[in-house]
């Protein structure tokens, strides 16, 4: 059952409407952005910026000592750049791992498809050869988490020691037929807008290939993933059914549902669902 403060937070994003609900008008506004897109990252964050191969990255050092580094791809459908929510959610994952986050500002769709940001990540992975690391991210971030993790699967780049996930999106198609009906329970993504955001990434190639779209990608050989996803979100069903595969497979990661919750609830740190997630990644990494 969610919290009550979950259900508050679920209710309150309904009532404003979700933007995604206006497709004609989200789409056209991110066609006609001017780029490139400013991220301006928060005052009270300690925060650097820096270049490797041509990717652009912030690094976000929380306070004390440090025993991790972690890569961190943000989410946004590949079309929104990162926003306030996103920094409250690294910066907390940051003190959570002890870890120094290392936050990629890729390219985005629709003016750019997936190529440069691939490449850009496959850049900044080979920089840390030789060095242990983690990597996450969350929604469209998750997504490009995972296929770096079949790149490393595949010997192409450096392999993370473990994945966090929080509400990957894993098919950029979203074909799944329980989408339908859960979409009016999420308060957040729309269907039309999302597909029409796998197109623009997916380029001129398949979305439905593994490399655009992991949930059709090969299981075995990956490091530990650990997926943490709500149910009132329609990245949903594909995460349950890929935590699945994993886990046949003999992946030694952990798959967590919270019932009610919405997408990327991680990003909202005060609901108790958000500190139970927290406490869960701090003990399946570094295992306290």
């Not at 259900?7 to 009532?15: D, F, G, Y």
């Not at 270049?51 to 306070?63: D, L, M």
């Not at 690294?90 to 003190?95: D, K, P, Q, V, Y």
């Not at 290939?209 to 050989?221: E, I, K, N, R």
Request: proline share 11%; with cysteine.
């Amino acid at each position: 059952m969610a919290s009550l403060m979950m259900n508050a937070v679920r209710l309150a994003l309904k009532a404003a409407g979700k933007p995604m609900n206006k497709p004609s008008r989200y789409l056209a506004e991110r066609e006609n952005r001017e780029v490139p897109i400013r991220v301006d990252p928060p005052s009270d964050t300690d925060v650097s910026f820096n270049e490797i191969g041509g990717c652009a990255f912030f690094c976000v050092t929380p306070p004390g000592p440090l025993s991790n580094r972690m890569i961190y791809f943000h989410g946004g459908a590949f079309v929104n750049p990162m926003r306030k929510v996103h920094w409250r959610l690294i910066a907390r994952l940051g003190e959570v791992l002890r870890a120094e986050m290392i936050v990629p500002t890729y390219p985005l769709a629709p003016q750019h498809d997936h190529r440069p940001a691939h490449a850009q990540a496959r850049a900044l992975l080979q920089a840390q050869e030789g060095r242990p690391f983690l990597m996450g991210g969350d929604s469209a971030g998750g997504n490009l988490a995972l296929v770096m993790a079949l790149a490393g699967r595949a010997g192409k780049v450096p392999t993370a020691e473990r994945l966090i996930l929080l509400a990957p999106w894993l098919d950029l198609t979203c074909a799944n037929p329980k989408g339908p009906e859960l979409e009016p329970k999420d308060p957040i993504i729309g269907l039309e807008v999302v597909r029409k955001c796998g197109k623009w990434w997916a380029g001129p190639e398949d979305p439905r290939a593994p490399h655009l779209s992991p949930l059709f990608g090969p299981v075995d050989g990956l490091p530990p993933v650990d997926i943490h996803q709500g149910t009132a979100d329609l990245c949903w069903p594909d995460a349950s059914d890929y935590a699945t595969r994993l886990a046949a497979a003999g992946n030694t990661g952990r798959y967590y549902e919270y019932p009610g919750a919405i997408h990327v609830f991680p990003a909202v740190t005060f609901l108790p669902e958000s500190k139970l997630a927290y406490r869960r990644i701090e003990r399946d990494a570094l295992g306290s």
